[in-house]
């Protein structure tokens, strides 16, 4: 969606509605709390989704819901800053992007209904009580289940199969945790060492990496997490400067240089995140909605990538893939 349709659907509504029609209904009020910046295509790809989805359900921006947003920037303290400023705005449900905006805005305030579109093991995270019964004021969508942890060090192997050490980014936290267990365990079949790299921030993430491809036959995964994708640009610089292939959980990565990337259509997630906004705002309960996991995962691979680190794709893995970048 380009930028002039995203503007049109966030006002048009509004403008092809004659003032009486606007006098006489109710504006609803949602906020949506992004931990990304606002000129950011893939956040602006994913709230665009999230108003599509609102606009299928009936809703107009304009008309008959206002929606407040607020980007934080990958800035922890603004973060909460912006979650207690937009529960101040008296909204009545409030959407959450990636990062630590579920638990930025749980700290904010325990009874306003939120729905999480990408949430990473909410249990774990104490989000929810659980996944069928949420519990208190927060329910939504998780981006991906544990056991696809293990997909992405399988598609870098057989990809890049000489890789015999592979540096995993990856946050601290239930998670991180979550998703190296898993890692790990499929490592020990694969043949492949494994080190853990933080990813808390730029200096951090430059130095680790710099340092782990000293020796040959290195290659990376980047986990899911929020901090991977304030330094999106970074890290694909990086693997493609040290020539480290390097597999991904979010196909944007794959379209900003790096090599190959399988998770989620985070898009998707937004949408069907509207869907319960939608519900909640006609009257029904975040604890009666149960957390639902994704329908649908792409498998992204980038040819031009591939040949600067010297790699054949199997035609196999082509086959599979959903999107080519050449």
Same mark, same amino acid.
């Given at each position: ?5 995203f503007?049109? &659907?966030?006002?048009? #509504?509004?403008i =092809?509605?004659p003032?009486?029609?606007? +006098? ?13 910046? #606002?000129?950011?295509?893939?956040a602006?790809a994913?709230?665009? +989704?999230? !108003?599509?989805?609102? $606009?299928?359900?009936g ?6 819901? /206002?929606?407040?947003? /607020? ?16 529960v +101040?705005?008296?909204p009545?449900?409030?959407? +959450? *992007? ?21 949430a990473?093991?909410p ?9 069928a /019964?949420?519990? *208190? ?7 991906? %289940? ?8 399988e598609l ?19 998670a991180?945790?979550g ?8 490592? $020990? ?7 853990p790299?933080?990813? =808390? ?10 340092a782990?491809?000293a #020796? @040959? ?9 929020g ?10 610089g &990086?693997a ?8 991904y959980?979010? /196909? ?21 995140? #509207? ?8 009257? %029904?309960k @975040?604890?009666? !909605?149960?957390?639902?996991? @994704?329908?649908?995962?792409?498998? =992204?691979?980038?040819l ?10 199997? @035609?196999?893995l082509l ?8």
């Amino acid at each position: 969606m380009t930028r002039r349709q995203f503007i049109a &659907l966030l006002g048009g #509504a509004a403008i =092809a509605t004659p003032c009486v029609a606007l +006098a006489q209904e109710r504006i609803r009020r949602v906020g949506v709390l992004m931990h990304t910046a #606002a000129g950011e295509p893939e956040a602006q790809a994913r709230l665009a +989704a999230f !108003l599509q989805g609102l $606009q299928e359900a009936g809703w107009a921006v304009g008309r008959n819901v /206002r929606i407040d947003t /607020r980007w934080s920037v990958g800035d922890n303290a603004r973060l909460s800053r912006d979650a207690v400023e937009l529960v +101040a705005l008296g909204p009545e449900v409030i959407l +959450a *992007g990636v990062g630590g905006t579920v638990g930025a805005l749980q700290r904010a305030s325990g009874t306003v209904p939120i729905v999480f579109a990408q949430a990473v093991d909410p249990v774990g995270n104490s989000f929810v009580e659980s996944l069928a /019964r949420p519990g *208190g004021n927060t329910t939504g969508f998780i981006q991906f %289940e544990y056991v696809l942890s293990g997909k992405w060090l399988e598609l870098l192997k057989e990809i890049a199969p000489r890789v015999t050490r592979v540096g995993v980014l990856r946050e601290p936290g239930p998670a991180g945790i979550g998703q190296w267990a898993i890692i790990q365990s499929v490592a $020990q079949t694969l043949g492949v060492e494994l080190k853990p790299i933080g990813v =808390a921030n730029a200096g951090e993430i430059e130095r680790a990496i710099s340092a782990f491809s000293a #020796a @040959p036959n290195g290659g990376l995964v980047v986990a899911v997490s929020g901090a991977s994708l304030i330094h999106r640009e970074l890290i694909v610089g &990086l693997a493609a400067r040290h020539q480290l292939p390097t597999s991904y959980a979010y /196909r944007n990565f794959v379209a900003s240089g790096g090599l190959v990337a399988y998770g989620a259509d985070i898009a998707t997630q937004y949408r069907r995140a #509207a869907g319960y906004v939608d519900r909640i705002l006609k009257g %029904e309960k @975040p604890s009666d !909605l149960p957390v639902q996991t @994704p329908t649908k995962y792409d498998l =992204a691979i980038n040819l031009k990538a591939a040949k600067a680190l010297g790699l054949n794709v199997p @035609p196999a893995l082509l086959a599979r893939a959903d999107e080519v970048i050449e």
